[in-house]
């Protein structure tokens, strides 16, 4: 489902949950505002979730974890600040871009072993950086 930049507004409907079988996501360059529902971790099937360039606010939900065979994930350019999600069951994920937000700290992301592309530039991290970023021999941005 892709229905990016066509200038939609509002809250994203907690309905999402129940495209059950949907694959990909892609609600980016929109006026979408709001909080990400927690029942969009219902979305099973997800392998490609684009939600970069909205106005979405407040915490990235828990339930996000539940996604296992996401391999992209785009939140980059919005108003973000706490993504407390166990990384661990994320193991599929290759390209996570979260740039352009308000993002304190981030989670392990030691058990993404597989990922290749990682961006937090442009937020208001607090950490020094972790040992494990040298361990995922995949990276390579």
Known sequence: LSVNDNKLSGCIPSAIGELLFCTRLDLSKNNL???IPQS????????KLELHENELV?????????LSKLTHLDLSCNQLSDLNVDMSRLTSLRHLQLSHNCLIYLPDLGPLVRLEYL?????????????????LQDLKW
């Open 58 to 66: 407040g915490a990235v939900p828990n339930s996000l974890e539940n």
């Open 40 to 47: 969009i971790g219902n979305m099973r099937e997800l392998q």
């Open 33 to 35: 505002r709001g909080e």
């Open 119 to 135: 961006d937090v530039s442009y937020n208001q991290l607090e950490f020094r950086i972790p040992d494990y970023l040298s361990q």
